[in-house]
């Protein structure tokens, strides 16, 4: 998913050479393959790093390196992104080709996909032409073995001129003798004999189009390899299994069915899984602030400042982490593993018919995606789009699918008003998992309309051309995604939000004891607002909530709690009956829960996503077409809401 | 090769695409002669799912339908 970090990610897709420092290795290597071969595995195992895995195209869209050392050789490992080919002209087979090119690389590591030889010995061909010390790591050894693939790894060497290393990187096999080789290879001491490729002597013909003699050149590497390839495969890969699931998953009937399904069982589990864990660190969290207030009277602090530490920054980290920290610990786990599987560009396949009348492309469904952890970096993820006007619509609407921000406010609401909380456990979860489901479905089909609304108006254009590579379904590697997930993503998100929602706590707490004229600075501002918010079904202090919601989508309701009870502190919620009661006393209604619910879903984007979308387009104006959308979507939602429910 | 049936493999005869796509349909190795297999299509009919090499590559018919192919068996 890109997830690892956002910040990291941006902009550094050009700064390959800058960030190597090669003084301290023995050797440089660059790692090269297809998408979907399992190379940043590779790249893991061999490096020790959490760089995240993931199945669909351009995953790595920035170069990342490590070090590994092996048999007293220290060698430097970069990463380059998954490209087909090196002579087409995407970004990402620039940086690949031009790094390969720039000589800095002692060798290169190529790493295939055993169960799909073929296609990978095109681009093995493709590199040795112009890095010929290399090694072929054959990988998913395993899975190729359940499928039945039998190939020939001595012929394969021959025919390729390079040692041929069998792998199953996600188990550690194979490695040692992997790095034996590229040691190998890189001091010379293996000679390697990638043969020539044949093209046809009409290449040298002036009379042929530019196209004609890329077609010539790119059909050479193919015959090549599929001559090769029919030399070493003694026995092909059986997919039958594959077929059948998919069959299912992708099918007319039960596509999207399966689809929905599969969503609400995710959200069911995170809801009944999330609940004892968020009560438990709520009690402890907030049992820690007398403590606190203690230690701080032992230090003589003053008791505005105890009131500002503890009411004001302790209470708010404290009801983020304790709300945050137990659906995310559990959702990204579970998302991750869909990945891992597989599953997800089937989603795109599934709703790419959708995508394509709304003058997009299917891979938006995967931006989507990423964007249920974090809009920011749902909005970095859509690099895998290859048009920029598909990119940019893509990441215009990113925002519109709620993030782990606002999923709990949007749980708790849900619950209170709709489903009702004197119910028994089960069925509250099951009701609740399926009305978030029809939240995430209305907030795709917004985001459809409002992607054929760009392609009308302001990005004019036709759908591009699309091809999405279906990877094989693999078996998760069930500890490391646990692991991995909640080490980069979860903590990651977690970290995020806690530094911006301790400064915020601040402010809000200053807002909320700063009286002028006999009322607080807080209320003041929510009285202003307060026919705006009312035209839209909600009033004052929940738009003002949202608007100082800015930097966290999580501390928005927190804030409304706060304004209504006046205490000029975050109040602990002590469970959602009592929620319920406080907000039906302010006038809540259904009606202002679903406008609540709806504004959640359609407002402008937090202060890290805005930041991300600056980034990304290198634009202001598209960066302000990116809050005015989902916020004039909203905006005319909740107006059109209170008025039919009035 | 947008009539291609499900089940059915063809051979292709010619790519009436240019750009981009032309060159990415090319690296995935679907040049002239290139056996191809449908498995069939996607919830909405679009796009179709065909097996090019041992991968198996989505793509929109609006695109499929500008490949030709020779008899299918």
Redesign the interface.
Known sequence: MGLTSCAGAAGARDSTASFLRTENADHVVALMGNPNVGKSTVFNALTGMAQHTGNWPGKTVAGASGTAEHGGTRFLLVDLPGT??L????PEEEVARGFLLSGRADCAILVADA?????NL?LALQVTEIMPRAVLCLNLMDEAQKKGVQIDCDALEQALGIPVIPCTAARGEGLDALLDAAAAVASGRRPTTPPPIRFPAALSDDQLSE?RK??LR??SY??H??EIANGVIRS??NAAR??KI??IL???RY??PAMLLLLALVFFLTISGANLPSAWLSRVLFACTEPIRAALCWLHAPVWLQSMLIDGVWRVLATVVSVMLPPMAIFFPLFTLLEDVGYLPRVA??L???F?KAHAC?KQALTLCMGFGCNAVGVTGCRII?SPRERLIAILTNSMVPCNGRFPTIISLLTIFFIGVSRAALPTMLLSSLGLTAVIVLGVAMTLVASRLLSATVLKGL??????????YRRPQVGKVIVRSILDRTLFVLGRAISVAAPAGLLIWLLANWYIGGSSVLLSCAQALDPIGRALGLDGMILLAFLLGFPANEIVMPIVLMGYLSTGTLVELTGLPALGALLTVNGWSAATALCFIVFSLFHWPCSTTCLTIWRETGSLRWTAAAVILPTGIGMTLCFLLHLLLG | MAEVPAGMTATVAQLDLSGSIRIRLRDLGLIEGTPVTCLGCGPSGDPVAYLIRGAVIALRRSDSGRIEVREWV
């Open positions: 087909y080919s002579v087409a002209r995407s169960t799909c030889l073929e296609r095109n196209e890329q077609d790119t059909a193919v015959l390899a599929e092909p890969a594959d077929r998919d069959r992708t099918s007319r596509g999207i396949f599934n790419d018919h959708a394509c299917g290859d759908p591009s051309s699309f091809a999405l590579e279906l990877p094989p």
